[in-house]
């Protein structure tokens, strides 16, 4: 493998001390993050056996074991098959997309993560066995976030960056055809390389129990816990055992700072609740006491685009995001093929078919039902909430530059965002200015925070509304083509300000939106706009009384 230096460190670090807990790799697509993840396998790992691979599309049976019913329809006795999570049993659980897995497999690797026993229950009968794994698990961040709680099981955190040089390019190409043309002959000019590392992960294997490490170095470690704002305290503890496994890699009985600085990144890339400096040292160092800075507002003409240097103010979303969602009111018409992928490149992630999760087979009740007779098959019903994604469509125009009708919209925006990601809802986010849509959020579960993200955003020109709206209902006609009972929450914030025709066009879903006009001599379009769209409106002085 060329480059990706930390992530070959975390995995030999890994398999000197397996408690660290596992490695999330997250980078864009061609990095290599699979690659890396699975090499971890040929790697000596005390106490570990195989790896074993958790695919996205698993169901919840497969995962956990189900009703062996070859065995109880010839046997007549009840036994259960075991599922992935046996399997794993103290060994290497690899979870490929893990931002995408859905929310029922994420409670179950939490409970069972937490536990280290995997329970079964099936209409009345129950089963369980111990369940302890590392987990593995690698990401593209522009597909969603990762739950928090499943986020902090991970013991280092990679961020990869797909840069590589001209020089390195090359070799990896070279390196690739190598492998193509006579895969053992190229394995054999690593052998000997792959051999001595094996033997350095055994020697510090046994080195790690005589590591020691002095109070004055656990109490650096909990200061830049607490500077970084990292919650709970384990990270402190994947941080002492990282840098005494890292102390062991380098021959030394005992930790130095040099052990800590190592390390740092690895701990705290998934862990800071504040963001490091943009002085910040290399990946390599200790990242200093961090502040978060302070942005503050300019004064701007339309011409300077700086839409985004004003601080939002806080809105109250709580009657915005309860809106009755018990159905789609609109159903949906056909849109062009692929929209939401050809327009800004708006729909990221890989595919995933369809399930009617209401149409489970209830095993004992099919037998039950079949018995003497023609089998038959019985189904329960998968409890949960329909999926539920908000469409947030926001004016960047040059009209939105005036008063303080653009902080409160970008707090609007944020107060929504937050709403949704502690629902473990998925927000899409479009731009309409400047004459042009531009996804500003691309679609995904929502971020825990959306200040960094609203700051940065530019404005000026035109409101290209129509086209926006377009996106938008062709996004939603594609998320109920894959999923129709996804519920749908669109939010129009503009001022009004356009001569566009919207006739015609609607959106899937309901509608709310969020008038954001401030001039004294109003032009009522917002409402104009709203009555078009059969959407419910506000002013953002309607929507600031809100409680």
């Not at 995997?118 to 690698?138: K, Q």
């Not at 040292?281 to 700086?306: E, I």
């Not at 290209?464 to 749908?488: E, M, S, V, Y």
Request: proline share 5%.
């Amino acid at each position: 493998m060329v480059g990706q230096a930390q992530v070959k460190l975390a995995l030999v670090l890994l398999a000197i001390d397996p408690i660290i807990g596992g490695v999330l790799v997250s980078g864009p697509r061609g990095s290599a993050k699979s690659t890396l993840a699975r090499s971890l396998a040929d790697l000596p790992i005390n106490g570990l056996r195989q790896l074993i691979t958790l695919p996205l599309g698993s169901s919840e049976e497969m995962v956990t074991g189900t009703l062996d019913l070859q065995q109880a329809l010839g046997e007549q006795q009840v036994a259960f098959a075991p599922g992935l999570l046996s399997k794993a049993h103290q060994g290497l659980l690899y979870v490929d997309e893990v931002n995408l897995l859905p929310d029922s497999l994420v409670d179950l690797l939490l409970d069972v993560a937490a536990s280290g026993v995997n329970r079964i229950e099936r209409d009345g009968i129950s089963h369980e066995h111990a369940a302890e794994f590392v987990l593995m698990g690698t990401m593209n961040p522009d597909e969603g976030e990762l739950r928090p709680q499943l986020l902090d099981r991970f013991g280092f955190g990679v961020a990869l960056a797909n840069r590589y040089s001209a020089q390195e390019r090359v070799e990896i190409v070279r390196r690739r055809q190598a492998f193509d043309n006579d895969p053992q002959a190229f394995l054999a000019t690593y052998a000997d390389a792959q051999t001595h590392l094996v033997e350095q992960i055994h020697q510090a294997q046994e080195r790690l129990h005589q590591v020691t490490i002095s109070d004055q170095l656990r109490l650096a470690i909990a200061e830049h816990c607490v500077a970084a704002q990292v919650d709970g305290v384990r990270g402190d503890l994947v941080w002492l055992r990282a840098a005494c496994a890292h102390a062991a890699w380098q021959q030394r009985q005992e930790v130095t700072m040099d052990d800590i600085d190592a390390v740092a990144e690895l701990v705290l890339m998934h862990r800071r609740q504040q963001p490091p400096k943009a002085s910040s040292p290399p990946d390599n160092s200790m990242p200093p006491p961090l502040q978060q800075p302070q942005n503050q507002a300019k004064h701007t003409t339309a011409a300077d685009s700086d839409w985004g240097q004003m601080q939002p103010q806080t809105q109250h979303t709580g009657q915005l995001s309860a809106l009755d969602m018990g159905s789609n009111p609109h159903q949906p018409q056909t849109g062009p093929a692929g929209a939401c992928s050809s327009q800004g490149n708006l729909w990221h992630g890989k595919g995933q078919a369809t399930r009617n999760w209401s149409q489970r087979i209830n095993w004992f009740a099919s037998l039950i039902a079949g018995r003497g007779s023609k089998p038959e098959l019985r189904y329960r019903r998968q409890q949960g909430a329909d999926p539920t994604m908000h469409l947030v469509l926001l004016d960047t125009s040059a009209s939105t530059l005036s008063g303080q009708g653009q902080a409160q919209a970008k707090g609007l925006v944020a107060g929504l965002a937050q709403q949704a990601y502690l629902a473990r809802q998925h927000m899409l986010l479009l731009g309409f200015g400047n004459d042009k849509v531009e996804p500003l959020l691309a679609l995904g579960r929502a971020p825990k925070t959306m200040t960094s993200l609203l700051n940065s955003i530019g404005a000026g020109g035109g409101t290209p509304l129509r086209q926006a709206l377009q996106q938008a209902q062709a996004c939603g006609q594609q998320l109920l083509r894959r999923n129709p009972t996804t519920r749908i929450i669109n939010y129009i914030i503009t001022d009004g300000r356009v001569q566009q025709d919207i006739t015609g066009l609607h959106l899937p879903g309901i509608s709310v939106l969020v008038d954001t006009e401030q001039s004294q001599i109003k032009r009522g379009r917002g409402q104009h706009i709203a009555r078009h769209l059969s959407a419910e409106y506000f002013t953002l002085a309607q929507v600031q009384q809100f409680t």
